[in-house]
């Protein structure tokens, strides 16, 4: 049986693992900056016309 912990560390498979990391870090996902991954798209120019429109602010 796999231990809980071990569960965790593992990156899903499914669509080809993280969208930013990929399966980089399959046994340790644990270690994954899962909350800075948006900031590698703040300066896409289709990102900065969302946040300039006025209707979504």
Known sequence: MVH??????????VGKGSSFDKI???GKATQMNVLSGYKAFLD???ILKILANKELN
């Open 44 to 46: 896409h120019p289709v």
């Open 4 to 13: 809980q912990f071990e569960k965790r560390c593992k990156v899903s498979n």
């Open 24 to 26: 980089n870090y399959n």
